[in-house]
């Protein structure tokens, strides 16, 4: 079968590596040329345009960063669908809103093309280990195509509904995320302003009801080690958050925390942390309190 992939950054390299290893045969094309070569040497071949990947594969995957990116290059002016047949089938792996993924199913559709939403969860780590959790929505034929193809970079896939499914889910999955690890933030410079040691209160707290992984993964992982690289960054987070905040609003739901949290994002992206790990959301938050939370852990 042959895979055609865009987008080559730290989620997309690492799937589009596993499906080489399991002996699918690779289109590849990035706006960056060089992940493409490093790819080429591992098995993959190379394409110019999206269109010219869609023309030379069975199965196309997506996974970028902005939403109108995969709109873009799936459906829009020289996009994928321009080069594809029908009976062909799109997988987008990527964040985006329900309601535009949606409009691509239905773009797709006219042309006889099948679409599949399945964002994934996990981070680069999961990524390279095909651990990635999958949310997929599409018709259960085109998710039963791909669903072998899934499992070369996830292990817990799950089929949710209709085109749109995964996508929500996703959302539902990133206001968690985000909430969760602002929160922790907030605990901890709250604690460490009141004298306590921030390594024996995360210790404490990790093993106490208000535990989660959010806060294992921000605390343990980058705030006590004071080691802000990003492996998810705030500015998705915060994308991510905006792209569930309009579609809470579609449907008539209200949101409390994740606008606060996204104002606490907004505040560390004013402050020059945006391409930091959604965990330095923490420093402005020290930065008020006059405190740095900070352990050997």
């Known amino acids: 079968m042959r ?35 490093e790819l080429v040497s591992q098995g993959a071949q190379s394409a110019l345009s999206p269109a010219e990947v869609a023309e030379r594969t069975d199965i196309l995957f997506t996974c970028l960063a902005a939403p109108e990116d995969v709109e873009q290059i799936l459906i829009g002016p020289g996009g994928a669908h321009e080069g594809a047949r029908a009976g062909k089938t799109f997988v987008d792996v990527s964040t985006i809103e329900p309601d535009r993924s949606r409009l691509i199913g239905r773009t797709l559709a006219e042309r006889g093309i099948g679409f599949v939403d399945a964002p994934i969860s996990g981070g680069p780590p999961a990524a390279r280990a095909r651990s990635l959790a999958v949310l997929a929505g599409g018709e259960p034929a085109e998710f039963k195509k791909v669903e072998p193809v899934l499992r070369s970079f996830g292990d817990n896939i799950f089929h949710l509904g209709p085109v749109g499914s995964g996508s929500l889910a996703k959302l539902c999955n990133q206001i968690l995320t985000s909430v969760h690890q602002a929160l922790a933030c907030e605990v901890m410079v709250l604690g460490t302003k009141g004298g306590l040691d921030p390594a024996r209160l995360y210790e404490a707290l990790s093993v ?47 949101q409390s925390l994740a606008p606060v949290a996204a104002r606490m994002y907004r505040q560390a992206v004013a402050k020059g942390h945006g391409q930091k790990d959604i965990a330095a959301v923490i420093l402005p938050v020290e930065e008020r309190a006059g405190v740095v939370v900070k352990g050997n852990r």
């Open 3 to 37: 895979i055609g992939f865009i987008g080559l950054g730290k989620m997309g390299r690492p799937m589009a590596e596993a499906l080489i290893r399991d002996g699918f045969s690779v289109v590849a094309h990035n706006r960056s040329r060089g992940v493409v070569n």
């Open 208 to 254: 106490s009801s208000g535990q989660s992984r959010g806060m294992d993964r921000a605390i343990a992982r980058f705030v006590l080690p004071r080691e802000f690289s990003a492996k998810a960054t705030i500015e998705l987070i915060l994308k991510d958050l905006e792209c569930a905040m309009q579609a809470a609003a579609g449907l008539g739901v209200e």
